[in-house]
């Protein structure tokens, strides 16, 4: 019988053994839901006052930083436009205009926040005139799989420069409305 005992005690002992080898596993899942694109809006400042003196002539302004988030998590990208309607005096002045594209803006910078997209998922335009009556200039492009997460878009400082021909000006005050368009896709 103690043979039996021995060889029961053994048969336990090594199934403990082998148990203490065995793995399991386990099935973990989480949703994920995306978010939304969204930029705030930049302050755009006055332009510098001029007085004629018979030459080419700029007025500038800064044209303030703001933020893109894209929180879809599609990597579908995004694009920015930026549109200046013409300068005008308005009517109570008789109605005088600018020549179009009179208005240039700087090339704008890309800062990523931590864990977004590099830098290099992006097409940045240089500067260009943004009053061509065509709808606007991309300047900037989120390439389809870039552009993810929350980015800040700056300018240089008097990053809107308005160029005078004294041939196509007369006195007066002057205003245009500038625009920042956002689509999605690129």
């Known amino acids: 019988m103690n043979k039996f005992k021995e060889l029961a005690l053994r048969i336990v002992a090594m199934g ?3 148990g203490a080898f065995a793995t399991s596993s386990f099935a973990s899942s989480t949703a994920i839901t995306g978010g939304t694109l969204q930029k705030t809006e930049p302050t755009i400042g006055n332009f510098s006052a001029v007085t004629l003196d018979g030459t080419i002539q700029t007025a500038d302004a800064d044209f ?10 599609s990597g579908e990208g995004w694009d920015i436009y930026v549109e200046a309607t013409q300068f005008t005096t308005g009517e109570l ?31 940045i335009s240089d500067s260009s005139t943004i ?28 990053a809107l420069v308005l160029t005078l021909n004294p ?20």
Not at 64 to 73: E, N
Not at 174 to 181: C, F, K, L
């Open 131 to 158: 009053d061509n009556g065509t709808g606007g200039y991309k300047i900037l492009s989120a390439n389809q799989n870039g552009g993810m997460g929350k980015f800040d878009i700056s300018f240089p400082e008097k």
């Open 167 to 186: 041939k196509d000006v007369k006195a007066g005050t002057y205003t245009s409305t500038i625009t920042v368009n956002f689509n999605a896709g690129p």
């Open 93 to 123: 002045e008789g109605a005088k205009t600018l020549p179009l594209n009179s208005l240039t803006l700087k090339k704008a910078e890309v800062t990523p926040l931590a864990g977004s997209s590099d830098i290099s998922t992006f097409t």
């Open 16 to 18: 403990f053994v082998v």
């Open 64 to 73: 303030g930083t703001f933020t893109v988030t894209d929180a879809r998590g």
